[in-house]
């Protein structure tokens, strides 16, 4: 079992106690610039850090639930700062460690071509998909939470549905990503490192360990948090807009 610590809440009262493991790699990501300040509602904000901090250590406990109550620019803040956290951290991290790993192995080592070729393409579809959900699925669910907030205009929800949905999104979604990575620390763990090079072995593997944990977190709270929750208030504008349709 992992460690404890105490959270202490800024208004001075003890919080629950809560696994520290993953804590720092969930924290990472808020040392990150986003439009939306969790400092708004830092009672949420610490809260969040609980729930995460449950989920990163048992993931196959995943308890949706204890996220509903979270406002969603919460949840959209969290994942818009994991794919900062992805593409300008993690990926260059795991770049430079596949680098000094390859430093020792001969020119015609097997390994060679497996890192290089997974680290290119694999870099290259997570970029694609953080790209579609940056330029598509966020901007969309940023719509749908004004309109609830702000009140429905049915000429502009009628235009924005016409140009994206959720339905379109889970069509075309495919997040596999964190298998990809197990498979490749099987791979790598096949080829034991020359002595020389043990430590950056274990870094990354470590690095990729992790990454694949933060991978499928990040699907849960995606597919089990952030979309049904954002497909039920969809599904009432939509009802909104057709009754207001109706009765004009």
């Not at 790993?101 to 290259?124: A, E, G, M, N």
């Not at 009802?239 to 009765?247: G, L």
Request: net charge negative.
């Amino acid at each position: 079992m992992s460690g404890l610590c105490t959270f202490v809440h800024p208004r001075g009262f003890v919080k629950k106690m809560y696994p520290i493991n993953y804590t720092g790699q969930i924290l990472q990501r808020y040392a990150l610039p986003s439009t939306y300040s969790v400092m708004k509602d830092q009672r949420g904000f610490n809260d969040l850090v609980y729930e995460l901090a449950q989920a990163f250590e048992w993931p196959w406990h995943f308890n949706e639930k204890a996220f509903m109550h979270f406002p969603a620019e919460l949840i959209t803040d969290y994942i818009r700062r994991t794919h900062r956290l992805y593409l300008f951290r993690k990926l260059p991290e795991i770049e430079q460690s596949i680098g000094l790993l390859l430093q020792d192995y001969t020119d015609d080592h097997p390994i060679l071509s497996i890192l290089r070729d997974f680290y290119t393409s694999y870099k290259v579809e997570l970029s694609l998909h953080i790209c579609e959900e940056e330029q598509h699925l966020l901007p969309y669910v940023d719509f749908l939470v004004e309109t609830q907030q702000k009140g429905l205009d049915p000429y502009r929800f009628l235009l924005q549905r016409k140009r994206y949905s959720l339905a379109e999104f889970e069509q075309d979604h495919h997040d596999d990503h964190e298998k990809s990575l197990e498979e490749i620390r099987e791979t790598i763990l096949l080829h034991e490192p020359p002595v020389t090079n043990a430590t950056p072995y274990r870094i990354l593997l470590r690095q990729l360990e992790n990454f694949e944990r933060d991978l499928t977190v990040h699907g849960l709270i995606e597919d089990r948090v952030l979309l049904p929750r954002m497909k039920m208030l969809e599904e009432k504008l939509q009802r909104d807009f057709e009754q207001i349709v109706k009765n004009n």
